[in-house]
């Protein structure tokens, strides 16, 4: 499991940390601003919280220990500290930026364990939703701090241990492939020319006979910061034939919602309802059986490729990750918010 998913901002309510702390083992959060850290939150001090007038409506930084006896500023550190008492220790920079949290030898060697599977990356899309940028630079070349899109998304599952990498280009496609010509760092890249659109799904149809092996499929503008080791392990322990990563959202309402029967009499109130769903994230791990049920150069979208491969009686999985996971880097409203969880600043 990734460090990330142990921390949560200062500004999370209580109510919703209880949930994230029932997701997480050992049960333990650490609070944080930019992945500087504030303090950490156990079931203990939400319960002495309470006891004393708070309530789950306030946001954790009331709530956590702002002083935990034991922080490491090393995973050296960390070993001699972790014991029976202390279930997890932050791993923390001169600046107290959360570096990593160790919970354990185990759980440690998990986290460098590396796959080396190939990647295909649907980079061929028009960026709509990135508009009016687009009109200038394709979507995988859209910056977001020091690197584009596309780059932050490589190098993380070059960080995996991943190496090979499909990028299937459409629109503006000569300008991605400028870019990787003039940069220093080198990828191993197979290029798939798009002559006409074939939606986030059909260009797989290009990569029949050249993908021979379990492979992720990507779309250009969605980074998740799990451990991609654990998530290739639950897709082969599960013998899925597509296993999709989702994300699970809490949304809610800021109104109170009214029902009303046939006759429009109120039938009930609902004030501020809480809703709580999986999204797709448009990243998926993928057999190779999958590519010979496509048609060439036919458009298709990968959710419409999902329902067909399920009619067939594929096995389709679902891998779920919290919602602060996931970076959706295809819209605007988020870019700013993905640099500073990206670089911390």
């Given amino acids: ?27 333990i959060l650490f609070v944080a601003e930019n992945e500087i850290m ?58 107290k930026k959360i570096l990593d949290i160790y919970t354990g030898k185990k759980a440690a060697k998990a986290r460098k364990k590396k796959i080396d599977i190939p990647v295909v990356i ?45 990028i299937i280009v459409n629109y503006k496609k000569e300008l991605i492939k400028s870019y990787f010509k003039e940069i220093d760092k080198e990828y191993k890249i197979t290029w798939t020319d798009e002559i006409e659109p074939l939606g986030t799904g059909g260009g797989l149809s290009l990569l029949k006979n050249k993908i021979k092996d379990t ?30 990563i989702c994300a699970r959202k809490h949304v809610t309402i800021p109104y109170g919602i009214v029902n009303v029967d046939k006759k429009d009499v109120l ?9 709580s769903f999986l999204t797709n994230t448009a990243m998926y791990i993928v057999e190779p059986v999958v590519l010979k049920d496509l048609k060439k150069n036919v458009r298709i979208d990968f959710p419409d490729i999902i329902r067909m491969e399920k009619e067939k009686g594929r096995k389709i999985g679902v891998y779920t990750v919290e919602e602060e996971d996931w970076l959706d880097m295809g819209q605007m409203s988020e870019l700013e918010k993905m640099r500073i969880r990206l670089y911390g600043e």
């Fill in 267 to 275: 039938d009930s109130i609902e004030e501020k309802p809480e809703y």
């Fill in 215 to 244: 492979f992720f499929f990507i779309c250009c503008d969605s980074l998740i910061l799990n451990d991609y080791s654990e998530i290739v392990k639950f897709h082969k322990k599960n013998k899925n034939d597509i296993t999709m």
């Fill in 38 to 95: 504030i303090g950490a939150l156990t079931d203990g001090d939400i319960r002495r919280y309470l006891f004393n007038g708070g309530n789950v409506e306030e946001s954790v930084d009331k709530a956590c220990n702002r002083n935990p006896k034991r922080v490491a500023s090393s995973l050296e550190e960390a070993i001699t500290l972790l014991d029976k008492n202390y279930i997890a220790i932050p791993i923390i920079d001169e600046k």
């Fill in 1 to 27: 499991m990734d460090y990330r998913q142990y921390l949560v901002n200062k500004d999370c309510k209580i109510k919703d940390a209880m949930k994230k702390l029932d997701s997480v083992k050992p049960k």
């Fill in 122 to 166: 649907n980079a061929g899309g028009k960026g709509t939703r990135l508009d009016p940028f687009t009109k200038i630079l394709p979507k995988p070349l859209i910056p977001v701090g020091d690197l584009p899109i596309i780059e932050h998304i490589m190098r993380r599952y070059e960080e995996a241990g991943c190496s090979a990498f499909h």
